[in-house]
């Protein structure tokens, strides 16, 4: 069964750092593009960066383009998002996707319709 599972959330004071984790079971994450995505409450769920099976390729939504980093490792079967200087507008659940299998390598998006498979979200909040 194919399953991911995310985690590294938390309170952070605005200026903090976090780093989620999006761990793969049942698949190997090397064989997908993976997404991040969050939900803030009352608003739609919002593409946050994405990067290709080769690693090589990424994208960041404006807004946290400079503060957030995405990367893999593929030896864990992991992809992390590096949130640096985190505000309170960056307070949502975020979750990790991943892609149809076997896409071309340097394929990447934010938009969550090209995903197939999510995990359960982690809550991320930012607050003084």
């Known amino acids: 069964q194919l399953q991911l599972v995310e985690s590294g959330g938390g309170l952070v004071q605005p200026g903090g750092s976090l780093r989620l984790s999006c761990v793969a079971s049942?698949?190997?994450?090397?064989?997908?593009?993976i997404g991040w995505f969050r939900q803030a409450p009352g608003m739609e769920r919002e593409g946050v960066s994405c990067i290709s099976r080769s690693g090589d390729s990424t994208i960041y939504a404006d807004s946290v383009n400079g503060r957030f980093t995405i990367s893999r490792d593929s030896a864990k079967n992991t992809v992390y998002l590096q949130m640096n200087g985190l505000k309170p507008e960056d307070t949502a659940v975020y979750y990790c996707?991943?892609?149809?299998?076997?896409?071309?390598?340097?394929?990447?998006?934010?938009?969550?319709?090209?995903?197939?498979?999510w995990g359960q979200g982690t809550q991320v909040t930012v607050s003084s």
């Open positions: 049942g698949f190997n994450l090397n064989n997908y593009a």
């Open positions: 996707a991943a892609s149809r299998p076997m896409l071309p390598r340097g394929w990447i998006s934010v938009r969550d319709r090209d995903y197939a498979y």
